[in-house]
Structure formats: structure tokens, C-alpha cells
């Protein structure tokens, strides 16, 4: 049995004393207990009844003072551990810094002001403010009200959601006596009615925090005008000034029209814009009678941008005295965004849950340098990542041997969506190591501006901690985010990911081991192509792997090369190797003296007859010139031999 389950029976136990002792000590009340028994049993039992109490009631007394003692001890030791906690709480604060140090010293000080943290959406401002409260201000006695903007149009609706987070948090005993009574049978409703509080502000404590979030999205209404100049501009009529026509006088009543109508279109602005700034007014009014009439502290949470630059200014920075703070993303963020989203889900196993945690624990300063380099603040990106593979995890089964790689599949889905960039993973095979990729596809883009269009890829690539991350496939990760719940095909997905031979690649971009010809094995094409681009020195090393190894001339073929994009790696019986092969040459622009070496190899790989029969229609999407100078290459050879 545990303290608190002994607590908890020491309460039952002490209250029944008391109700017993009570009873007994009241003449009227002892009379009528005894007559209930004496009708329920007999005199004779209720004497007897009598009897066996004044024989315990000495004890039960003792029991109740030994009761009270304990009550207070427990008081007491609360009150000393509350008071020590508060001390350290205050300790820590005074020595913290950044934003946590100058909202606490805000929080403390006299000054009518407003405290104002601005910063982009998804950058964390909220979760500042609530983990700033949580560790700086648990212990501190002052009551703190939470308010959303979030919809609201004018004084009334704010005042009524303002009673509402008051009526929440109240924990009077009026409260808790009116709560009591509400439950009594047909006048419980009219009792909590009469005296129910009206909670105005008159009636709060002095210097209690208010905190106003999401103030920028004030509910704004969105006028949309049927007939708008651009609906009514003249496209096809021209006017001619020199001649006077029934055309050009239908000219000019259309541009009559036109720009009545852009007339209208600026009115319905400049009428939004009021508006706009009117339902802003009602806000801060309410903040500036918080701060000067009722001496009140006051945190602002929004957006700046989303706010007309010179009400924010003539507000906030003239009108009200604030404090302004800007959040930007932080360093150190995977390891708490995980445990809110873990308390988030109440129904995680405690096996899968704990698995997860060690899992962002140990791969937490990797994510966090990753989140940082991506350079993108709205750290709900980086959240969602880790709620969409914790859903995935728990639902799928998931072992741990594909946390690494499926994680940073995901978020790099998600990043990629939302920088617009996704059209690229489209193009990386399952299995594929991320690096590879990323390097074959530099060398053939050869523009300037490939890094930024790559920008998340490129981080992965060139992380010593991720440059070995391989791809899950784009399926699998964005699944979760369009609503796909019950993926079926994720073991497929697994499958096709555990099937792919990724360790040549890993010898080429990973671990910079030389290639070396081995019997029986398997060599991709396209890296041997890569590999002749990159490694000037071991070109002749090369073209004998290519000579005498076993080369996959399919490989890859997910890959976009020059403007083909082909079948999936594993659906081969389709596959076209001639057009492949004569696309690789060509996405890799080989030189011109490589390129009769490696025609050497290609001729038992690639049917001419069939080369010069389709030669003037085969494929729309090959490089004409390639495969031209194979055609050219062997018909000299064959005027040598003939010769």
C-alpha cells in the first residue's frame, strides 16, 4: 500500500470518527439512532450497540488527535517544501537569460507595461511562454489568465471568453460552495444563478497576468467583389483616335466602366482595412485598460508580420509601453518537441514509447544541428515530423532498425513540401542513400544555383552524422501528412527499401574505398559513369570494371536522366536499356575520347540492328547525338575490319 493510498484511508476513517462522535455527542441525535436500531433490531442490540462504543470511544478520540497531528505535519511539510521550491525557482530565474530572465523581471517589476513577443508562425512563441511559466513561475502566487484571439470580433465576445478563463480558474470558496449547490434537485440551476459572480476586473488581484495570444488572427471579414475591374477590363476592343466609330465609343464606355469598378475595388479595401484596424482597437483598448486602469501585467503573442505595420508601431510602440522580444528557432528543440508530442498521445505503448525517446535522445544534437542548418523557423515542420513517425511507429510496428533512416525520410518530405522542392524526391529510388543521390544529380544539373534548389538534400549529404541516410520512398513519407492512416502498402514499401543493394554506393560516397573488379559481382552503370566523371586518375581502373565486371546497365532507372524519367528499378522487364544507357552517356556529358572506350563495352549490350532500325523514331526523350556517334563509332569499326 502506498503514502497516498494510506492518506487517503486515514481521511475516510477520520471522518467517520468525527461523524460518529458528533452523533454521540448530541442527546437528540444518540435518541435517534438508537430508535432506528431498536426498530430495525431490537432494545437489547442497540444497549449492547451502546455499550461497545463508550468502550472505544476514549480510542477514537485518540485516533482523531493522532489524525489532526498528522494533518498538520503533512501541512506543514508541504508549506517548508513549497517555500524551498520557490526559493530555488527564483534562484534559477534570476540567473537565466534571454527571454526567460526579461519576462520574469517584467513579471516583477511596477512598470505599466506590456510585454510583446513577436516572431514568425510555428517559431515557438507559445511554447516559450508556457515553458517559461512552468519552470520559472509554478511557485509564485499570482494567478495568470490565458486568452486566444483566435476568431473573435468585437469588446463583447472578448469580455464573455475573458469571464469564461475566469470562471475556469476560480477556486474560491464561493466557487466551490455554488458547484455544491448546483447539484441540489430542482433549485440547484436557480441558486448557482443568484449567486453566481459577474467577475469583473475590479474584482481580480492586482499585477495577475494576462496573456493574449495569436493576436493576429482577429477574425477579419473577407470582402469579395463579383464584378472587379480585372472581370471588366477591355482585352479585345482597341481604340483608334483618329477615327470616331461605333467600336471606339464602345471603348470608351467599357473603360468607364472599368475604372468605376476599380474605384469600388479600392473603396471595399480601404473599408476592409478600417475595419481590420477597428477590430484591433478592441483588443488593445482592453490591454491598455488592463495595464493603466487595473494595473494588470500583460504578454502579447503574435505575429508582427501579419499586422498593418503602422497600427503595430502607433500601438505598441507609442500608445502602450512595451517591451518588445523576438523568438527565433532554437538549437536544442527535438528533445522537448518529443516529449510534448509523447504526452500528447495517452494511448502509446510503454514499450514503443520508450523506444521512441531513446531514440530522439541519442539522435538529438544530429536533428537539432540539421533543424538549424535547414534554416526555416517555423519549427512546426520539425513537430509534425516527429508526431508523423511516432503514429507511424506505433500503427506499423515498426522496428527499430528503420527508426534513423524513416525519420529523417519523413522530415525531409515534410520540408521539402513545404519549400516547394518536393518534385525532386520524387526522382530518389527506395533504398537509395540520400548522398548518392545528391552527388550524381549535382555533376548532371551543372548550374549555380542546384545548391539552393536542393537545399535540405544537400544538408543531409554533407552531414558527417546523416551523410549515410538512405530513402524510404515518398509514399511513405508523406502518408501521414495527406491523411493516409491505414497505409497498407508500407510493408511493401519496407520491402522494396530492405531489397535494394546500396552497399556499392556506400563504397563510392560513404567510406571512399576504391573499386576494385570482383567476381561476381554486380556493378550499377551509372556510378561507373559517375565514377569516370569524378576520379580522372583511375580511368583505365575503371573502364576494366566496366570491361570485365558484371554491369547492371538498368540500375537507378527511377533516376531523372536529361529529360527522361523512367520506370521504377524493379518493374525491369519494360525497361528500354539502349535508351537508359544512351541517357546516362548523355546526362553526364562524357568526353568525347571516354566515349569510344565505352562504346568497346557496349557492343554485345546493345542491339545496332535494332539502334538503326528505330534511328529515326526511337525514343523522343534520348539524346539524338549519343547515340549518332554510337551508330558512327561502329560503322568505322566494321569498314577497319572489313578493310
Not at 540539421?370 to 511507429?393: D, G, M, P, T, Y
Not at 552524422?465 to 508523406?478: A, F
Request: aromatic fraction near 14%.
Amino acid at each position: 500500500m502506498n503514502i497516498k493510498k494510506i492518506i487517503s484511508f486515514l481521511n475516510v476513517f477520520s471522518i467517520a470518527n468525527i461523524a460518529i462522535l458528533l452523533i454521540y455527542n448530541f442527546e437528540n441525535s444518540r435518541y435517534f439512532i438508537k430508535n432506528i436500531i431498536v426498530a430495525v433490531l431490537n432494545e437489547e442490540v442497540a444497549i449492547n450497540i451502546n455499550n461497545i462504543y463508550l468502550m472505544i470511544l476514549p480510542s477514537l478520540k485518540w485516533l482523531i488527535y493522532i489524525y489532526i497531528i498528522f494533518i498538520l505535519v503533512v501541512v506543514i511539510y508541504k508549506m517548508i517544501k513549497y517555500y524551498i521550491n520557490r526559493f530555488k525557482q527564483r534562484k534559477e530565474a534570476m540567473q537565466a537569460s534571454g527571454i526567460n530572465k526579461d519576462l520574469y523581471d517584467y513579471l516583477n517589476d511596477y512598470d505599466k507595461k506590456c510585454f510583446v513577443i513577436i516572431g514568425d508562425w510555428g517559431v515557438g512563441k507559445t511554447y516559450t511562454v508556457d515553458n517559461f511559466f512552468d519552470r520559472y513561475f509554478k511557485y509564485e502566487k499570482r494567478d495568470v489568465y490565458r486568452i486566444s484571439c483566435f476568431g473573435m470580433e468585437n469588446r463583447k465576445e472578448v469580455l464573455e471568453e475573458l469571464k469564461n478563463v475566469f470562471e475556469k480558474q476560480d477556486k474560491s470558496l464561493r466557487k466551490y460552495t455554488i458547484n455544491i449547490l448546483n447539484k441540489i434537485p430542482i433549485i440547484g440551476g436557480l441558486l448557482e444563478d443568484a449567486l453566481k459572480s459577474d467577475y469583473e476586473f475590479k474584482d481580480l488581484k492586482e499585477r495577475s497576468i494576462f496573456i493574449f495570444d495569436d493576436l493576429e488572427r482577429i477574425n477579419i471579414p473577407k470582402y469579395k467583389n463579383r464584378y472587379t475591374r480585372e472581370w471588366y477590363r477591355v482585352r479585345n476592343i482597341r481604340e483608334n483616335p483618329r477615327e470616331r466609330t461605333p467600336l471606339n465609343e464602345i471603348y470608351k464606355e467599357f473603360k468607364e466602366v472599368e475604372g468605376a469598378f476599380g474605384e469600388i475595388d479600392n473603396s471595399l479595401e480601404k473599408i476592409k482595412e478600417e475595419i481590420n484596424i477597428e477590430k484591433f482597437n478592441v483588443i488593445t483598448g482592453l490591454i491598455n485598460e488592463l495595464i493603466e486602469r487595473y494595473n494588470m501585467k500583460v504578454i502579447v503573442i503574435c505575429n508582427k508580420e501579419e499586422i498593418d505595420k503602422k497600427f503595430f508601431y502607433d500601438v505598441f510602440e507609442c500608445k502602450i509601453e512595451s517591451i518588445l522580444y523576438k523568438i527565433k528557432t532554437e538549437h536544442d528543440i527535438t528533445v522537448n518537441l518529443t516529449k510534448r508530442n509523447i504526452n500528447d498521445k495517452l494511448y502509446l505503448e510503454k514499450n514503443i514509447k520508450k523506444e521512441i525517446e531513446e531514440f530522439f535522445i541519442d539522435n538529438a544534437e544530429c536533428i537539432d544541428n540539421i533543424w538549424a542548418k535547414n534554416n526555416i523557423s517555423n519549427v512546426r515542420i520539425l513537430s509534425k515530423s516527429i508526431s508523423a513517425f511516432i503514429e507511424i511507429v506505433e500503427n506499423y510496428k515498426i522496428e527499430k532498425e528503420y527508426y534513423r533512416d524513416l525519420f529523417f525520410t519523413i522530415l525531409i518530405t515534410y520540408i521539402a513540401d513545404f519549400t516547394g522542392e518536393i518534385s525532386y524526391l520524387e526522382q530518389i529510388t527506395k533504398g537509395e542513400i540520400i548522398k548518392a543521390f545528391y552527388e550524381k544529380h549535382m555533376l548532371m544539373l551543372r548550374t549555380d544555383n542546384a545548391m539552393d534548389k536542393m537545399g535540405i538534400l544537400y544538408i543531409i549529404s554533407s552531414d558527417p552524422d546523416t551523410y549515410n541516410i538512405r530513402w524510404m520512398g515518398l509514399d511513405l513519407g508523406t502518408a501521414w501528412s495527406i491523411g493516409i492512416h491505414n497505409y497498407e502498402g508500407i510493408r511493401e514499401e519496407l520491402e522494396i527499401y530492405d531489397n535494394y543493394n546500396y552497399e556499392e554506393e556506400k563504397n563510392i560516397f560513404c567510406t571512399n574505398k576504391e573499386l576494385v573488379v570482383e567476381k561476381g559481382k554486380k556493378y550499377k552503370f551509372d556510378n561507373l559513369i559517375y565514377l569516370l566523371k569524378t576520379n580522372a586518375d583511375n580511368i583505365d581502373k575503371i573502364l576494366k570494371i566496366m570491361k570485365e565486371g558484371d554491369i547492371d546497365y538498368i540500375s537507378h532507372t527511377s533516376f531523372r536522366y536529361g529529360n527522361t524519367i523512367f520506370a521504377d528499378i524493379y518493374d525491369k522487364k519494360d525497361a528500354n536499356k539502349s535508351e537508359i544507357i544512351f541517357s546516362i552517356l548523355n546526362a553526364y556529358q562524357i568526353d568525347d575520347t571516354i566515349l569510344p572506350k565505352i562504346f568497346e563495352n557496349l557492343k554485345d549490350v546493345i542491339d545496332m540492328s535494332e539502334i538503326k532500325k528505330h534511328s529515326k523514331t526511337i525514343g523522343m526523350n534520348i539524346n539524338r547525338t549519343i547515340q549518332d556517334k554510337y551508330i558512327k563509332f561502329w560503322e568505322e569499326k566494321d569498314e577497319i575490319v572489313s578493310t
